[in-house]
Structures are given as C-alpha cells and as structure tokens.
C-alpha cells in the first residue's frame, strides 16, 4: 500500500519536469574554440570538432544560450570565444 503511493508520486513529479521542459526557450550549447552550436537537448557535452567542453550558459553571468549564431553573451557582452 505504502509502496504503490511512493511510486505514483515519483511518477508524477517525472510529469510536471516533462511539461516545464516543453515549456522552456530553446536554448543551445556552444564551442568556445570553434563557436560551432548545438541545440540544448543534443547529447553532446564536448565538441566533436576539437573535443573543448561545451558552454551551456555564459560562464560569467548563467544567461542562457539562445541563438545558434551566438557570438556575445546576450546578458552581458562577453564574448564567447576562448582566448587564442
Ligand atoms: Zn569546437
Ligand atoms: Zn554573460
């Protein structure tokens, strides 16, 4: 009895995180070394180009990444790319 209760509320918090994901802006992961993109649900963690991590926020200020063109952090101007 106990058991069933504990496993329908597991199942329902897994629901509510589902529809806040549909919920939230597209948002993109990117290289700072080739400033090559990919979408926030790929499952890429390190570009597959040069194997740097990829930045999921800007690394100073958490805004998120919206544009696969991004260049500059859209929360406050710092760029992107990795020092040479
Ligand atoms: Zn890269
Ligand atoms: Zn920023």
Redesign the pocket.
């Known amino acids: 009895m106990n058991h069933d209760l504990n496993r329908r509320g597991t199942q329902n918090r897994g629901a509510a995180e589902r529809r806040e994901q549909e919920f939230s802006p597209l948002t993109y992961r990117l290289c700072p070394r080739c400033l090559r993109a990919v979408p926030g649900h790929s499952p890429e963690r390190y570009c597959v180009n040069d194997g740097t991590k990829l930045l999921s ?7 998120a990444i919206l544009s696969p063109y991004t260049l500059f ?6 760029p992107f790319a990795a020092e040479p």
């Open positions: 926020a800007c690394p100073v200020c958490q805004a952090c859209a929360g406050c101007g710092r």
